[in-house]
C-alpha cells in the first residue's frame, strides 16, 4: 500500500514536471528568447513549432536621461549632444540608432541627424556585449550647428 502510493506519487510528480516546464518555457517565451541562456534552446525549438526569435532589440525598454545640447571648450568651442541609455530590460540589449531633430518654435523640423549610439559611448568597456542592465551608459554626440531658428530638439530611438 506504502509502495503503490509513493509510486503515483513518483508518477504525478514526474507528470507535474514533465507538463509544467514547457508551459513555463511557452509562457516566459517573449522574455526569455531575448536572453544568451535560453535562446540557443529556443532557436532548436522555434522551427519545430513554428514559432519566430524575437530580437534582441527592445526599444520600449531603454530609458534616455540627461539629455541636453551644449557647448563644449575644447581647442575651440563645439556643439555636442551628451545624454544616458539605461537598459531597463532584465537582458542585454542591443544599443539603438538614434535621430536627434531640431525644430522652430512651431514645431516645423528644421534639421535632422542620425547616428549609432554605440559609436559614440564615453566608456567604450561593453561596447562589444551590449547594454548592460541598469547601468546608465553615457553618449556625447558632437552636432554640426543648426539653424538659428532652432529653439526644440527631440531625441528619437531606432
Given at each position: 500500500?506504502?509502495?503503490?502510493?509513493?509510486?503515483?506519487?513518483?508518477?504525478?510528480?514526474?507528470?507535474?514536471?514533465?507538463?509544467?516546464?514547457?508551459?513555463?518555457?511557452?509562457?516566459?517565451?517573449?522574455?526569455?528568447?531575448?536572453g544568451?541562456?535560453?535562446?540557443?534552446?529556443?532557436?532548436?525549438?522555434?522551427?519545430?513549432v513554428?514559432?519566430?526569435?524575437?530580437e534582441?532589440?527592445?526599444?520600449?525598454?531603454?530609458?534616455?536621461?540627461n539629455?541636453q545640447?551644449r557647448?563644449?571648450?575644447?581647442?575651440?568651442?563645439?556643439?555636442?549632444?551628451?545624454?544616458?541609455?539605461?537598459?531597463?530590460?532584465?537582458?542585454?540589449?542591443?544599443?539603438?540608432?538614434?535621430?536627434?531633430?531640431?525644430q522652430?518654435?512651431?514645431?516645423?523640423?528644421?534639421?535632422?541627424?542620425e547616428?549609432?549610439?554605440?559609436?559614440?559611448?564615453?566608456d567604450?568597456?561593453?561596447?562589444?556585449?551590449?547594454?548592460?542592465?541598469?547601468?546608465?551608459?553615457?553618449?556625447?554626440?558632437?552636432?554640426?550647428?543648426?539653424?538659428?531658428?532652432?529653439?526644440?530638439?527631440e531625441?528619437?530611438?531606432?
Open positions: 500500500m506504502y509502495f503503490e502510493r509513493a509510486r503515483i506519487a513518483q508518477i504525478g510528480l514526474f507528470l507535474f514536471l514533465f507538463l509544467s516546464v514547457p508551459m513555463h518555457l511557452w509562457m516566459g517565451f517573449p522574455e526569455y528568447a531575448r544568451d541562456y535560453l535562446r540557443p534552446v529556443y532557436s532548436y525549438i522555434c522551427p519545430v513554428g514559432c519566430v526569435l524575437p534582441y532589440r527592445d526599444i520600449g525598454l531603454i530609458d534616455v536621461e539629455l545640447v557647448y563644449v571648450e575644447e581647442p575651440e568651442p563645439i556643439l555636442v549632444l551628451e545624454f544616458s541609455l539605461i537598459n531597463r530590460a532584465n537582458y542585454l540589449n542591443a544599443y539603438p540608432q538614434c535621430r536627434i531633430v531640431f522652430d518654435i512651431e514645431g516645423i523640423k528644421l534639421s535632422q541627424f547616428f549609432d549610439s554605440i559609436s559614440f559611448l564615453v567604450s568597456t561593453s561596447k562589444y556585449r551590449g547594454m548592460p542592465v541598469g547601468i546608465p551608459m553615457k553618449i556625447v554626440v558632437p552636432l554640426e550647428e543648426p539653424s538659428m531658428k532652432a529653439v526644440n530638439y531625441l528619437v530611438l531606432m
